[in-house]
């Protein structure tokens, strides 16, 4: 039987819990499976939760997987590759196929996890191709990516493909107040804010991530009393990585949404972001309830952007001028 407490760390996804430990029992977990869906939504917590149920012990506690320096292992059957300097590079896959060229006995399970598996040059996705053509015995592969669409089709081709989609926001609440034991209102504040994304919650939970409404608030106002908002603006984004913008253009929309319902006659009382009401209570007044409206639109519109692989900066641009034609500068 499958130790369901692996899986306990994973916050939602029953589904796709469910599922693997069936494949588990049934011992048809596939040898090569892609977790895709956006940043945040658990597939790296997900790839250690299954990686750990296959070899029947805790694994890669207390990693760091943002900047790992090389191959990762735990023990002889679990080992895990990120990025070097933004790209997975031939070399790292030569130091995984010496591994594998290692044979066990015939029950052993040695699990692979690469992140980041859009960013592996040529000659290791054309290795990475062959080693799945002739997948080894015992061998598991669990490919992570958030750009699912970047792959090789022929790699996709052979794997088993496991999509993460955000986390229902009354599921991910009742997590955070179960795991977290936080304030209640402080954790659907953080579920709300996040859109699902668990990794957002727990950084606004934890208070690991205050610069995105730090830097929504600066963005509002900016755009409505800065002298030179464009020049500004684009100053102050030039260093953002492409998830910091997208975490700070959540909050804007989170923002606006707070301030139509305030335009519109709702209490205070009733908004989301209760943190905030009082700097809420003063800028609605800057803001004219078709400006909300356009705003909200024009930020939804950046983020699909995102998702497009649009240029973050030609995204922020769009979004600024935007914003300023309400002010009449464009």
């Known amino acids: 039987m499958a130790d369901r407490a692996f899986f306990d760390e994973l916050i939602g996804h029953e589904q796709l819990k469910k599922r693997w430990i069936h494949l588990i ?15 945040g939504t658990g597939k790296t917590v997900a790839a250690v939760a299954l990686a750990s149920a296959l070899v029947g012990r805790k694994v890669l506690q207390h990693i760091d997987f943002s900047a790992p320096d090389s191959m990762i292992h735990d023990g002889e059957d679990v080992f895990y590759i990120g990025p070097e300097k933004s790209m997975l590079k031939t070399a790292q896959f030569r130091d995984l196929q010496e591994i594998i060229s290692l044979r066990g006995s015939a029950q052993d399970i040695r699990v692979f996890i690469i992140d980041h598996v859009e960013t592996m040059n040529a000659e290791f996705a054309n290795r990475m191709l062959k080693t799945l053509e002739e997948p080894a015995e015992g061998i598991v592969f669990i490919l992570i990516t958030d750009k699912p669409a970047a792959l090789l089709p022929t790699v ?24 977290y034991k936080g304030d209640e209102g402080l954790c659907e504040e953080a579920a709300f804010y996040s859109g699902g994304n668990v990794k957002a919650a727990l950084d606004y939970l934890h208070a690991r991530s205050s610069f995105a409404p730090e830097r929504a608030f600066y963005f509002l106002k900016t755009v409505k009393e800065s002298p030179v908002p464009f020049a500004e603006w684009s100053a102050y984004t030039v260093s953002f990585h492409e998830s910091e913008s997208v975490e700070v253009m959540q909050f804007i929309l989170r923002i606006l ?16 972001l209760k943190r905030y009401a009082s700097e809420l209570s003063v800028i609605v007044l800057q803001w004219p309830e078709d400006e909300i409206q356009q705003g909200i639109k024009v930020v939804e519109e950046g983020l699909e952007g995102v998702s ?8 922020w641009d769009y979004i600024c001028l935007t914003f300023l034609q309400g002010r009449g500068l464009y």
């Open 25 to 39: 029992e049934e011992g048809r977990v596939p040898h090569a499976s892609i977790f895709s869906g956006p940043a």
């Open 156 to 179: 996709v081709s052979r794997c088993v493909m496991f999509r993460f989609d955000s986390v229902g926001t009354d599921e991910l609440t009742a997590a955070l107040k179960t795991r």
């Open 257 to 272: 949404r707070d301030l139509l319902l305030l335009r519109v006659g709702v209490s205070i009382e009733k908004i989301q």
């Open 308 to 315: 497009r692989y649009v240029n973050i900066h030609l995204i």
